[in-house]
């Protein structure tokens, strides 16, 4: 059961189906390169998963683990689409809803949202906890690149892009707990005074409404969204295309 | 430490430190302590001398508690708001020193003098209220000191000529056993090691191989004292209680890679578990016993490098574990051929922290080490195999280190027989809270609770916090229990809290504990700690409902299952252990059972009467509103 005779690759079961996989995939991988959904909004498949917004928790025999970093092991029993799973998500979604400042109607990204389409899928109603309203103030320095940090959900793929692609460690990490906050390489804390780029990778990685492009906000109209025509469990990303245009 | 200009100092600093990166948190620590705060202007000279980007800098100094990029004054007073310290009245206290100073709690005075605010439990639990000044522990608060303390201050005394008395700390030992009673030598404990394996090592001498990369048979001694230290079944005493030997064994195998492969001992001495204190006592009367037990855990895993992590708040012990190490050195007790035996070279360095909890964590810990942010790693893989600058390293507890030392010198078996079947051995604790004789006290697992509220004369009891605000909350009814593995593990603290105590505000001040520790990786825990300390305060305010009774268990859930690391495991554990024992205590602030708005109207307008100066009837609502009627 715990290998696919026909190729003799290894297989572990995903909510009930076989889910082959290559030898260092971890769950998160192996499922999505075989057209199975797990949500997901700081695992990104260009990079090393980080493990940290726990969207992806799944259930691995019988224990509650981020699919982006358990290793896939033949025989597995991992289970995502059941109801306590998806409570879980649908709380974490909630939780980053009231962590930052988030108001769809006003955002330019609605319609091209991780977050939003998230919601969405999980079925969430309302942000459901008492809203946190961190004060963040927008970065507008950059003269091709605004930053908008209340919609921040510190998944660290820019500062995981800008490091390891661009090679200009212009975002890091800052505070830490509910201070946590996103920052950038240069001794005016602007981003203008960094050597950031609209081309880098960094620009083009951000799930959520942070890192928008100037004078580009509505050239696809709400409404033919790239979420709004398919939800984001239809449209699965792999490395080379990902979710995140900006 | 008043900022007397010290302009060279970034420079001298990063020279010192070789201008090595791992070294960031000391570099920061060292250049706060000499220019009192870290400028953008300074970290961007660190940056460039460390050849790192500002931004990883400043993202290293913003994480520490201790380390500030704005300016906090010259003196800056920092009250530990464990329960125990507001049990003991730190709270008014507070508040007096701030009159006094005419500020306000958390902000800088005008004129840039002082600030005054709360940090994490500061470890003097047995003699509170406990401030830090400059980070230097003071114990014992009265309304005297306070006067006494705002008087130096405002005539800028040097913290260095204060009271000797004020930064007195007491051991306050109540019960010594096999560890605070024991009769060591320095070194024993290597001889009885060196002496398991005796006759082969001039052997491996002799073929001009260190004793590290020969086979066991032709070096027995690690192998040997490894054998003791299994057959002790000693476990860790920081609370997970995993087996030391097999962590031990686990390294010594695990082989290190790339050009600088190596193995290393790490002390993990960030003790931050409010409550708890026993390594404080540890390493102030048991130096020379844990750095034995470093030594030993070197020579048992090969390392040549031992690092003792210790906690900010313990900056004041420095100077005398400094001084250990260095006589320890003169008597060839660590360095180069220890004991005159080729190849036995080790020796430790002392990293401070800056104020973080989670860094007692063994993954954040390391990261600390190598001059991150103290974010726990994803793991596997373990230190074990990779640790300190990946490679091999088996961090252990202040106290399971001494326990080693006395294994490796009286044996594994002698060590067994003390305790209990799966838990060997004593356990240290520290008692703080509601009874007569907090302090340390030492006893063989198995003891009972009752014993223990005996012996520190306990009256009334309603309640014991057995391991900190992560452990679990006992009730009176319970005390019969045991301290050991088989059923309540602990890392050491023990706070008594009897029938006057209110358990609601035990958990309330544990939930801003943890909200404000969390380190901010994951979402559950970073939201979810948020979210509980509110919910706490939203019932303390009398805006509480059943339905926030049910949200905590929801959170609980969640933070249980789905965070991290241990702390946001446990960080519910609190709220949880209370609901169940104690739930008189929540319901009796609940207005309604049933529903009660959470948005208090009068409260919000507080900020424009501040700003307008009034406090008149007119300006608060419920009374404008009954006026109109």
């Given at each position: 059961?715990?290998?696919?005779?026909?190729?003799?690759?290894?297989?572990?079961?995903?909510?009930?189906?076989?889910?082959?996989?290559?030898?260092?995939?971890?769950?998160?991988?192996?499922?999505?390169?075989?057209?199975?959904?797990?949500?997901?909004?700081?695992?990104?498949?260009?990079?090393?998963?980080?493990?940290?917004?726990?969207?992806?928790?799944?259930?691995?025999?019988?224990?509650?683990?981020?699919?982006?970093?358990t290793?896939?092991?033949?025989?597995?029993?991992?289970?995502?689409?059941?109801?306590?799973?998806?409570?879980?998500?649908?709380?974490?979604?909630?939780?980053?809803?009231?962590?930052?400042?988030?108001?769809?109607?006003?955002?330019?990204?609605?319609?091209?949202?991780?977050?939003?389409?998230?919601?969405?899928?999980?079925?969430?109603?309302?942000?459901?906890?008492p809203?946190?309203?961190?004060?963040?103030?927008?970065?507008?320095?950059h003269?091709?690149?605004?930053?908008?940090?209340?919609?921040?959900?510190l998944?660290e793929?820019?500062?995981?892009?800008?490091?390891?692609?661009?090679?200009?460690?212009?975002?890091?990490?800052?505070?830490?707990?509910?201070?946590?906050?996103?920052?950038?390489?240069?001794?005016s804390?602007?981003?203008?005074?960094?050597?950031?780029?609209?081309?880098?990778?960094?620009?083009?990685?951000?799930?959520?409404?942070?890192?928008?492009?100037?004078?580009?906000?509505?050239?696809?109209?709400?409404g033919?969204?790239?979420?709004?025509?398919?939800p984001?469990?239809?449209?699965?990303?792999?490395?080379?295309?990902?979710?995140r245009?900006? | 430490m008043?900022?007397?200009?010290?302009?060279?100092?970034p420079?001298?600093?990063?020279?010192?430190?070789?201008?090595?990166?791992?070294?960031?948190?000391?570099?920061?620590?060292?250049?706060?302590?000499?220019?009192?705060?870290?400028?953008?202007?300074?970290?961007?000279?660190?940056?460039r001398?460390?050849?790192?980007?500002?931004?990883?800098?400043?993202?290293?100094?913003?994480?520490?508690?201790?380390?500030?990029?704005?300016?906090?004054?010259?003196?800056?007073?920092?009250?530990?708001?464990n329960?125990?310290?507001?049990?003991?009245?730190?709270?008014?206290?507070?508040?007096?020193?701030?009159?006094?100073?005419?500020?306000?709690?958390?902000?800088?005075?005008?004129?840039?003098?002082?600030?005054?605010?709360?940090?994490?439990?500061?470890?003097?639990?047995?003699?509170?209220?406990?401030?830090?000044?400059?980070?230097?522990?003071v114990?014992?608060?009265?309304?005297?000191?306070?006067?006494?303390?705002?008087?130096?201050?405002?005539?800028?005394?040097?913290?260095?000529?204060?009271?000797?008395?004020?930064f007195?700390?007491?051991?306050?030992?109540?019960?010594?056993d096999?560890?605070?009673?024991n009769?060591?030598?320095?070194?024993?404990?290597?001889?009885?090691?060196i002496?398991?394996?005796?006759?082969?090592?001039?052997?491996?001498a002799?073929?001009?191989r260190?004793?590290?990369?020969t086979?066991?048979?032709?070096?027995?001694?690690?192998?040997?004292?490894?054998?003791?230290?299994?057959?002790s079944?000693?476990?860790?005493?920081g609370?997970?209680?995993?087996?030391?030997?097999?962590?031990?064994?686990?390294?010594?195998?695990?082989?290190?890679?790339?050009?600088?492969?190596?193995?290393?001992?790490?002390?993990?001495?960030?003790?931050?578990?409010?409550?708890?204190f026993?390594?404080?006592?540890?390493?102030?009367e048991?130096?020379?016993?844990?750095?034995?037990?470093m030594?030993?855990?070197?020579?048992?895993?090969?390392?040549?490098?031992?690092?003792?992590?210790?906690?900010?708040?313990?900056?004041?012990?420095?100077?005398?574990?400094?001084?250990?190490?260095?006589?320890?050195?003169?008597?060839?007790?660590?360095?180069?051929?220890?004991l005159?035996?080729?190849?036995?070279?080790?020796?430790i360095e002392?990293?401070?922290?800056?104020?973080?909890?989670?860094?007692?964590?063994?993954?954040?810990?390391?990261?600390?080490?190598?001059g991150?942010?103290?974010?726990?790693?994803?793991?596997?893989?373990?230190?074990?195999?990779?640790?300190?600058?990946?490679?091999?390293?088996?961090?252990?507890?202040?106290?399971?280190?001494?326990?080693?030392?006395?294994?490796?010198w009286?044996?594994?078996?002698?060590?067994?027989?003390?305790?209990?079947?799966?838990?060997?051995?004593?356990?240290?604790?520290?008692?703080?809270?509601?009874?007569?004789?907090?302090?340390?006290?030492?006893?063989?697992?198995?003891v009972?609770?009752s014993?223990?509220?005996?012996?520190?004369?306990?009256?009334?009891?309603?309640?014991?916090?057995?391991?900190g605000?992560?452990?679990?909350?006992?009730?009176?009814?319970?005390?019969?229990?045991?301290?050991?593995?088989?059923?309540?593990?602990?890392?050491?603290?023990?706070?008594?809290?009897?029938?006057?105590?209110d358990?609601?505000?035990?958990?309330?001040?544990?939930?801003?504990?943890?909200?404000?520790?969390?380190?901010?990786?994951?979402?559950?825990?970073?939201?979810g700690?948020?979210?509980?300390?509110?919910c706490m305060?939203?019932?303390a305010?009398?805006?509480?409902?059943?339905?926030?009774?049910?949200?905590?268990?929801?959170?609980?859930?969640l933070?249980?299952?789905?965070?991290?690391?241990?702390?946001?495991?446990?960080?519910?554990?609190?709220?949880?252990?209370?609901?169940?024992?104690?739930?008189?205590?929540y319901?009796?602030?609940?207005k309604?059972?049933?529903?009660?708005?959470?948005?208090d109207?009068?409260?919000?307008?507080?900020?424009a009467?501040?700003?307008?100066g009034?406090?008149?009837?007119?300006?608060?609502?419920?009374?404008?509103?009954?006026?109109?009627?």
């Open positions: 059961m715990s290998t696919d005779t026909a190729h003799n690759v290894p297989t572990f079961q995903l909510d009930g189906e076989e889910v082959p996989f290559l030898p260092g995939q971890t769950v998160i991988q192996a499922a999505l390169a075989a057209g199975h959904y797990i949500p997901h909004l700081c695992y990104h498949p260009e990079f090393k998963p980080h493990g940290s917004c726990k969207l992806c928790t799944v259930k691995v025999n019988g224990r509650p683990v981020a699919s982006c970093t290793q896939a092991q033949a025989g597995l029993n991992v289970e995502s689409e059941i109801p306590e799973i998806q409570d879980k998500r649908r709380t974490l979604v909630q939780m980053l809803l009231v962590e930052g400042n988030h108001f769809c109607p006003s955002c330019e990204k609605s319609g091209k949202c991780m977050l939003q389409a998230l919601a969405y899928e999980l079925d969430v109603m309302s942000p459901h906890f809203q946190i309203f961190p004060t963040r103030p927008v970065d507008a320095s003269p091709e690149v605004l930053l908008d940090f209340n919609r921040c959900i998944c793929l820019c500062v995981r892009a800008s490091g390891e692609v661009d090679r200009k460690n212009v975002f890091a990490l800052s505070g830490r707990g509910i201070t946590k906050h996103l920052i950038v390489n240069s001794e804390g602007k981003l203008a005074d960094t050597d950031f780029a609209a081309t880098d990778k960094a620009a083009h990685v951000c799930p959520v409404g942070v890192i928008l492009h100037k004078r580009r906000g509505f050239d696809v109209p709400i033919k969204r790239i979420f709004d025509i398919k984001i469990s239809e449209q699965i990303e792999s490395p080379g295309h990902t979710l245009e900006a | 008043p900022a007397t200009a010290a302009p060279d100092a420079t001298a600093i990063l020279a010192r430190h070789r201008h090595n990166p791992t070294r960031l948190v000391q570099i920061l620590r060292e250049t706060q302590e000499a220019l009192g705060w870290l400028s953008p202007a300074t970290l961007a000279e660190l940056a001398g460390l050849d790192l980007p500002l931004a990883r800098v400043a993202g290293v100094a913003g994480f520490y508690s201790f380390l500030h990029t704005e300016p906090r004054g010259r003196y800056r007073v920092l009250w530990s708001d329960i125990t310290d507001r049990m003991l009245g730190n709270q008014d206290l507070m508040l007096d020193m701030c009159r006094h100073l005419w500020l306000e709690p958390g902000h800088v005075s005008e004129d840039g003098l002082v600030s005054v605010d709360t940090t994490s439990c500061t470890g003097m639990c047995d003699q509170g209220p406990a401030v830090l000044v400059n980070y230097r522990a114990t014992r608060m009265t309304p005297a000191r306070v006067e006494q303390m705002c008087e130096l201050i405002r005539k800028e005394v040097p913290v260095a000529q204060w009271p000797a008395e004020f007195h700390v007491d051991n306050n030992i109540r019960r010594r096999i560890l605070l009673g009769e060591l030598q320095p070194g024993d404990a290597l001889r009885a090691s002496a398991r394996g005796a006759a082969p090592v001039v052997e491996a002799s073929n001009a260190s004793w590290r990369e086979a066991a048979s032709v070096a027995p001694g690690p192998q040997l004292t490894l054998d003791e230290i299994k057959r079944n000693l476990r860790g005493r609370g997970a209680g995993f087996t030391t030997g097999l962590k031990w064994e686990a390294c010594r195998n695990a082989a290190g890679s790339g050009p600088d492969a190596a193995r290393y001992v790490v002390c993990n001495a960030d003790e931050g578990e409010p409550g708890t026993k390594d404080r006592v540890l390493l102030t048991q130096a020379d016993l844990v750095f034995e037990g030594t030993v855990a070197g020579y048992v895993v090969g390392a040549r490098r031992g690092l003792l992590y210790l906690r900010g708040e313990y900056r004041y012990l420095l100077d005398h574990l400094e001084a250990v190490l260095a006589r320890r050195r003169a008597e060839h007790l660590l360095g180069h051929n220890i005159a035996q080729p190849g036995f070279d080790f020796d002392i990293h401070l922290g800056a104020g973080a909890y989670v860094c007692g964590e063994e993954s954040a810990l390391i990261e600390s080490l190598e991150k942010r103290g974010v726990p790693r994803n793991r596997p893989p373990f230190p074990v195999t990779h640790g300190y600058l990946n490679q091999p390293t088996t961090v252990n507890n202040v106290e399971t280190l001494a326990s080693a030392a006395l294994i490796a009286k044996g594994g078996d002698w060590f067994r027989a003390i305790g209990t079947e799966k838990s060997a051995g004593t356990k240290v604790l520290s008692v703080s809270g509601d009874c007569e004789r907090p302090g340390i006290y030492e006893y063989p697992f198995g009972r609770l014993q223990v509220l005996a012996d520190c004369g306990a009256k009334d009891v309603q309640a014991v916090q057995v391991s605000p992560s452990g679990v909350c006992v009730s009176s009814d319970e005390l019969e229990r045991r301290i050991g593995f088989e059923d309540l593990a602990t890392a050491g603290a023990f706070m008594v809290f009897d029938s006057s105590r358990m609601f505000e035990v958990a309330r001040n544990f939930s801003h504990f943890f909200a404000h520790e969390s380190c901010g990786f994951c979402t559950p825990c970073r939201v700690t948020t979210l509980l300390k509110n305060d939203k019932i305010a009398g805006h509480g409902s059943e339905y926030d009774i049910n949200e905590i268990f929801k959170l609980n859930h933070l249980q299952t789905a965070s991290h690391c241990g702390l946001g495991h446990t960080a519910c554990n609190p709220m949880f252990d209370t609901l169940q024992k104690f739930k008189p205590a319901e009796r602030r609940l309604s059972l049933a529903f009660e708005p959470a948005f109207l009068d409260h919000a307008l507080a900020q009467r501040q700003m307008t009034r406090d008149d009837a007119a300006a608060h609502l419920a009374t404008a509103m009954e006026d109109k009627q």
